[in-house]
């Protein structure tokens, strides 16, 4: 958060006070200028003057009209200067939501600053839509080249996949070859990907589309995904509920874990209670099914070596794969004493 030199809501008492009573109110209670933070309707205005929401717009449009002709706002030229020295130095592109919340932390203030906004000359907004936040700009061609590159970007990302900061930020450059190199750095690239509302990152600083469970996690499962995706290798299942706890602020019971990862096909049982991703190559079933799937892909092989590649694949002693090896009704050695799977 930075610290404005000037008071916004000491700057909008003066611009509110050169308008007559109806104005003043409306503009107080639409902007949610008053002691709530919440703003109020046309309609909700309209019912208590009695009059219709077209005329309360009415009234907001010539109430913002009059201040900016007023000597009050030529005044106060310099709160204007530095909102737009501020939204250069954030990219000078940037989602309401991050602007306002970077500019001050109290949703009555935030309101005088977007006030603040909808009256200055060098500041533009795009309105929210199904694709992008509400976002504000001073430079319309920076605008449209930012709003490209995220549309570009968007068709090219996986469904699934996910992408560390630097890939995201280096793919995002790539649509973006016409902003200045000043504009060019992860923290503005990564505000710029903030306006998307179809480009999301999760808890552990990993992009994607929002659409996908990796981004926007949606129960134990997908946080237990991640969780063990992040950790990299295989993971006890009361290590996987730890983790969704610290990450991801959620509670996780052991066992209900434990019960969630069996029904997942995205997880494979590799040890006693130790889960893997499927993803990283490793096959469902006890250890003579994971024997079998060996030997179907290799053919003949060696004791030593069907050891060493179930023990690739399951964190358990070279005794059991011997064990396993020894039941007649599956495996048998050929000539070279390599073990075949029985037909």
Not at 24 to 42: A, C, E, N, W, Y
Not at 86 to 102: A, F, N, R
Not at 236 to 242: R, T
Not at 303 to 322: D, G, P, Q
């Amino acid at each position: 958060m930075v610290i404005l030199k000037t008071k916004p809501e000491k700057v909008t008492k003066k611009f509110l006070s050169v308008l007559p009573d109806r104005s003043h109110d409306v503009i107080t209670r639409r902007f949610g200028l008053g002691g709530q933070s919440s703003k109020v309707t046309l309609d909700s205005i309209g019912k208590g003057y009695g009059i219709t929401r077209e005329r309360v717009r009415q009234i907001e449009n010539s109430a913002i009209k009059n201040i900016r002709k007023s000597e009050a706002f030529k005044g106060e030229s310099k709160i204007f200067d530095e909102l737009y020295e501020i939204i250069e130095q954030l990219g000078g592109v940037v989602s309401e939501e991050d602007l306002l919340s970077y500019l001050h932390k109290n949703d009555v203030i935030q309101n005088h600053i977007h006030f603040l906004l909808v009256l200055g000359d060098p500041f533009s907004k795009e309105k929210e839509n199904d694709k992008f936040k509400a976002r504000w700009y001073t430079d319309n061609s920076l605008s449209e080249t930012v709003h490209n590159a995220l549309e570009k970007l968007y068709k090219e990302l996986d469904e699934n996949n996910l992408y560390t900061e630097d890939e995201i930020v280096t793919m995002f450059s790539n649509h973006a070859e016409d902003i200045e190199q000043k504009h060019k750095n992860p923290d503005t690239i990564k505000r710029w990907l903030n306006i998307s509302k179809n480009i999301g990152r999760n808890n552990f600083d990993e992009w994607g589309l929002s659409a996908s469970t990796n981004i926007n996690a949606k129960g134990i499962r997908d946080y237990a995904y991640l969780s063990i995706r992040q950790h990299g290798s295989p993971l006890h299942f009361s290590e996987v509920a730890k983790s969704i706890e610290k990450n991801f602020s959620r509670k996780a019971h052991i066992a209900t874990c434990h019960n969630e990862l069996i029904k997942d096909p995205r997880f494979v049982l590799v040890g006693r209670g130790l889960y893997a991703l499927t993803e990283w190559g490793y096959v469902g079933g006890v250890v003579r099914d994971v024997i079998k799937n060996i030997l179907e892909k290799e053919g003949a092989l060696t004791r030593e070596e069907i050891i060493e590649k179930v023990l690739k694949e399951r964190y358990i002693k070279e005794n059991t794969v011997v064990v396993n090896l020894q039941d007649a009704k599956y495996f048998k050695k050929d000539s070279k004493g390599r073990y075949l799977i029985i037909k």
